[in-house]
């Protein structure tokens, strides 16, 4: 059985020299006599494999010095809670935009804590583009700025940092983090779930500007406060240690290929070509706004949907996989992270053209 590309949302595709280099460790990493499995986290080998890990997302993100990156469980999802929960800083209000599925579910999530201001939507566009920066309706006493740079579901995607002032701006990157070079300056917080286009699922990254870290909420659990995980560089308790070690051989690989430059454009030539193929065929569909389409997950649809299923097996017979589009939107659903070669999206666009051939 050779592999398929598989264009799945999450847990999507990972590089293969990663997958061929974690498997030539698995039994014996490098002269350990164990798996880093079962390796303690506290270990010297461990650490030694965690530190790495965090030095090469450094460098590949240029992350400054006074952000702390954390290696935590829960998903991202679990960041919808964690966020308000330690980092009102004392005031009752939050800004959060808008912008499809993962916004809402980041809202909902906040409003269990504190006064939620959605200060912009795009939901009268049935989240197919991202409100004018001119229109938001920011709070100045706001804690601080949510908002999903690049939308799963929707496959929208902002194409600049919104500027707010003072007030800290906070990102939920799951989809989109790695895909480009970012300022991570201009964050006060930043988080993604690894299994879009960082390693296994289990592990949740979060970068936080130090001066923000502070007492959560009272009746916070320990493990939901960053401020636990800050200062134990997050070995408060057992961290995900499979995870984050995949986690810094995909970081390797980044950087081996060019960094996140090298990333960006490769991520926007497979994009435009994919989108160019849609575009003119006249008989598939992307809804998106072109300014705000995303590199990394495409929608689309076939003129008649009653061809959806004869796509997905003759795909699969392809050997191009997991293309079904998310329950809430329907069609398809191609989405093409660092890991998906340029081949895979080549060999999409060709099955695409001859099942428009055959049945258009
Ligand atoms: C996948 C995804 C999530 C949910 O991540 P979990 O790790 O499953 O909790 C949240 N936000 C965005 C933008 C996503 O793509």
């Not at 601080?144 to 929707?154: A, S």
């Not at 779930?193 to 916070?220: C, F, H, S, Y």
């Not at 200062?231 to 390797?252: C, H, K, Q």
Request: hydrophobic share 40%.
């Amino acid at each position: 059985m050779s592999r398929v590309y598989n264009f799945s949302a999450g847990p999507a595709m990972l590089p293969e020299e990663v997958l061929k280099q974690a498997a030539s460790e698995m039994t014996d990493w490098r002269g350990s006599g164990m798996s880093v499995m079962e390796m303690s986290h506290r270990g010297k080998e461990y650490i030694s494999i965690a530190k790495k890990t965090e030095a090469y997302l450094r460098e590949i993100m240029e992350i400054p010095d006074n952000y702390k990156i954390l290696f935590l469980q829960g998903g991202a999802s679990s960041q919808f809670a964690m966020i308000p929960m330690n980092l009102l800083r004392g005031r009752n209000t939050a800004d959060y935009i808008n912008t499809g599925q993962w916004s809402k579910k980041a809202i909902a999530e906040a409003k269990r804590y504190c006064n939620v201001n959605v200060a912009a939507t795009s939901e009268a566009s049935n989240f197919t583009t991202v409100p004018a920066r001119s229109e938001w309706k920011l709070n100045p006493d706001a804690a601080y700025v949510h908002y999903t740079p690049n939308e799963t579901i929707g496959g929208v995607e902002f194409d600049s940092i919104p500027d707010t002032g003072n007030v800290p701006l906070f990102a939920d990157m799951s989809s989109t983090i790695l895909s480009r070079p970012i300022d991570v300056s201009k964050f006060g917080l930043i988080y993604a779930g690894a299994q879009k286009n960082i390693g296994p699922a289990g592990l949740t990254i979060v970068i936080i500007r130090e001066d923000l870290i502070d007492e959560p909420l009272p009746g916070t659990p320990v493990m939901f406060s960053y401020k636990t995980h800050a200062e134990n560089e997050s070995m408060y308790n057992t961290p995900p240690t499979y995870a984050w070690y995949i986690a810094g051989l995909v970081f390797e690989w980044i950087k081996n290929r060019g960094g996140l430059d090298a990333m960006a454009r490769l991520n926007k030539r497979k994009a435009d070509k994919l989108y160019a193929a849609i575009d003119k065929s006249g008989f598939y569909k992307n809804p998106v706004d072109k300014n705000y389409r995303s590199w990394m997950n495409i929608p689309f649809t076939l003129k008649n949907s009653g061809l959806d299923s004869k796509f997905l097996e003759e795909a699969k017979a392809a050997g191009l996989v997991t293309l079904k589009g998310h329950r809430s939107v329907g069609g398809m659903r191609a989405s093409i992270y660092n890991a998906m070669p340029e081949e895979g999206v080549d060999k999409l666009i060709s099955f695409m053209e001859e099942f428009q051939k055959k049945n258009g």
